[in-house]
């Protein structure tokens, strides 16, 4: 445990509806959850003012699938003023290739060339795009890189409505470019712009290449995102108002972390930067707040990762990190400390997000050396992958992550490999723990446990086992599920019921007590799991009580501290959004 985090501690909008609205839902566990609190904190002025200016102007036209405003941002030079509108016959600003990867829902979407791009005067957009994954179940596509050409002057921004699904119905004579007979020439203030007849569906180009970081971003609202569950279940931030205090909080100590998080380096031996998966963590803050400076945040995090924490075979087939020894092949199991630090979760993140090759390469190179390295890790002296949780936890987002790119046979059939040996070894006990000898894991933290338990570990297996469920429809996660929610309600609790004990099963040292209640927010997104997969609520007041403690308790000074309370607690708010869904409870069918 952290000397620092041992420390006791002292005890204890107005929301852009119509933009909300112009991004339907795509299933109904995605939804609001009932107002229980005061309203979430307010949107950045500047994105605000934008959003309000164009709300109107924004919102689709009926189409026959599905619309989603798609907004662009010259924010190469953020602190600049957008830039009056020039005389007539001015120079334009330069056109660049502007990219965009856009999440669909699983089902949402299967064919590329029914994506359609309009300007906020309606008119078409040429468009090319390819798809970027699919999701495994039905084969639908999963994100899609979208490519156009567009001038924006610094500090610019413009609103685009993308249409999905059937083209609307068209005359043959009618032209992509031009408004039906009798529309108007542009929409008013207030307005809906009107979509041109026959738009031009987008080209498909398997070549396409993203420019995620060129001067104009494009971002979709935090709605979409959720709705898409691209990265998981998600709550928009602005929707959060059961939990105002976590979102006022985490923003704060990331604006006020001192050293700052981009100051600190890789570290092989103390608590490093990416501790948690700090791509991962600041994808998932983006992904619920939907605005260009998150995204570009949380971009250089990705691209930091790669460019110093991941070491590749010379044939870039296979990557490590960093930490791991040089000489390094797939016959010796890879160390403990370098399962923890291949963030497979936040390189996928960055590939649907992004569509950069670079992310994809990543995650494809450290999946297959974990898949080559499993005969090591399980079938030597001891089965390494079952010592914790935890490093169950790191190889299954791995491969999963691996799989979700490149579905093929032999990676499923070793992803349920990993999912049968978490299986059996929680069946080995009674306890609904995954029960292991804690002195092996961390002789510092428990000089005698043969059988116990650590719940934060098992949060992250846990969150492991809905990725690989969302992928592959594994009916015993609901089970698997069930049992870890049960231990850790029941079993591994502290007295007082404000925390989750450090350990569980220690015979030295019981842990009952709340000096570490600020790990509960990574630990209760368990009992939104349990929820979702079972669709009884007792899962989610259990975890509400949980999370008010860990919202008062929460200690973010660190990299790592701000990782491990950002990187899940929006999943269990998009578990427990399905609250205002109740019919759908228990059929949540996407994770990752």
């Given at each position: 445990m952290d000397a620092q985090r041992a420390k006791a501690r002292p005890g204890p909008r107005r929301p852009l509806a119509a933009l909300l609205l112009a991004a339907p839902l795509l299933c109904a566990g995605c939804g609001r959850p009932p107002a229980r609190g005061p309203a979430a904190r307010r949107v950045e002025p500047r994105v605000r003012a934008v959003l309000e200016a164009h709300v109107a102007a924004a919102r689709p036209a009926a189409s026959a699938e599905g619309s989603v405003p798609l907004l662009l941002v010259a924010d190469a030079a953020p602190s600049e003023p957008a830039p009056a509108k020039g005389p007539p016959g001015a120079t334009p600003p330069p056109e660049v290739a502007v990219s965009a990867a856009v999440p669909f829902a699983p089902g949402a979407l299967r064919d590329i060339r029914l994506i359609r791009l309009r300007d906020g005067r309606g008119a078409a957009v040429p468009l090319r795009a390819k798809p970027l994954a699919v999701w495994p179940g039905d084969r639908s596509i999963r994100s899609a890189l979208l490519?156009?050409?567009?001038?924006?002057?610094?500090?610019?921004?413009?609103?685009?409505?993308?249409?999905?699904?059937?083209?609307?119905?068209?005359?043959?004579?009618?032209?992509?470019?031009?408004?039906?007979?009798?529309?108007?020439e542009a929409p008013r203030l207030g307005q809906s712009p009107l979509p041109s007849q026959a738009s031009p569906a987008a080209v498909l180009d398997e070549s396409l290449l993203p420019n995620p970081d060129g001067p104009i971003t494009a971002v979709l609202p935090p709605s979409w995102y959720a709705a898409s569950q691209v990265c998981g279940p998600q709550l928009p931030a602005i929707d959060d108002r059961r939990f105002p205090g976590f979102e006022s909080g985490i923003e704060r100590a990331l604006?006020?972390?001192?050293?700052?998080?981009?100051?600190?380096?890789?570290?092989?031996?103390?608590?490093h930067r990416t501790y948690y998966d700090g791509p991962h963590a600041l994808y998932q803050r983006f992904l619920r707040n939907g605005d260009a400076a998150r995204y570009r945040r949380a971009r250089a995090e990705a691209v930091w990762y790669r460019q110093?924490?991941?070491?590749?075979?010379?044939d870039r087939r296979l990557a490590v990190h960093v930490c791991e020894r040089e000489d390094w092949t797939p016959a010796a199991p890879l160390s403990w400390q370098v399962l923890r630090r291949m963030l497979g979760q936040g390189m996928l993140d960055d590939y649907l997000l992004t569509g950069d090759p670079a992310a994809r390469e990543a995650v494809l190179a450290m999946g297959e050396a974990l898949r080559l390295n499993l005969p090591a890790l399980t079938g030597g002296k001891e089965d390494v992958l079952r010592a914790?949780?935890?490093?169950?936890?790191?190889?299954?987002?791995?491969?999963?992550?691996?799989?979700?790119?490149?579905?093929?046979?032999?990676?499923?059939?070793?992803?349920?490999?990993?999912?049968?040996?978490?299986?059996?070894?929680?069946?080995?006990?009674?306890?609904?723990?995954?029960?292991?000898?804690?002195?092996?894991?961390?002789?510092?933290?428990?000089?005698?446990?043969?059988?116990?338990?650590?719940?934060?570990?098992?949060?992250?297996?846990?969150?492991?086992?809905?990725?690989?469920?969302?992928?592959?429809?594994?009916?015993?996660?609901?089970?698997?599920?069930?049992?870890?929610a049960g231990w850790l309600a029941e079993r591994a609790i502290t007295s007082d019921r404000r925390a989750l004990r450090y350990l569980?099963?220690?015979?030295?040292?019981?842990?009952?007590?709340?000096?570490?209640?600020?790990?509960?927010l990574l630990i209760v997104p368990v009992f939104g799991a349990a929820y979702a997969l079972t669709g009884d609520p007792r899962w989610i007041d259990v975890g509400d009580a949980l999370a008010d403690v860990g919202v008062k308790e929460m200690w973010v000074k660190q990299p790592k501290h701000w990782n491990q309370a950002m990187r899940a607690f929006g999943r269990y708010l998009g578990y427990r959004a399905a609250l205002a869904a109740p019919a759908t409870a228990g059929r949540l069918s996407a994770g990752r």
């Open positions: 490519v156009v050409r567009a001038g924006l002057a610094p500090g610019e921004r413009a609103i685009y409505t993308l249409d999905f699904g059937a083209p609307p119905p068209a005359s043959p004579s009618q032209r992509a470019d031009r408004p039906a007979p009798g529309a108007p604006a006020r972390m001192t050293p700052a998080y981009d100051a600190y380096g890789v570290s092989c031996a103390g608590a110093h924490e991941l070491r590749f075979s010379p914790t949780e935890r490093n169950m936890a790191w190889a299954m987002m791995t491969l999963s992550s691996y799989y979700a790119l490149d579905p093929r046979p032999e990676l499923l059939a070793a992803l349920r490999g990993l999912a049968d040996r978490t299986v059996a070894w929680q069946r080995q006990g009674a306890s609904g723990a995954f029960e292991h000898d804690l002195h092996r894991a961390d002789p510092s933290e428990c000089e005698r446990g043969p059988r116990g338990g650590s719940p934060f570990m098992t949060a992250l297996l846990v969150d492991a086992l809905m990725d690989y469920r969302a992928l592959t429809g594994d009916p015993r996660v609901r089970g698997v599920v069930a049992r870890a569980w099963g220690c015979e030295t040292d019981a842990y009952d007590d709340s000096g570490t209640a600020d790990l509960n």
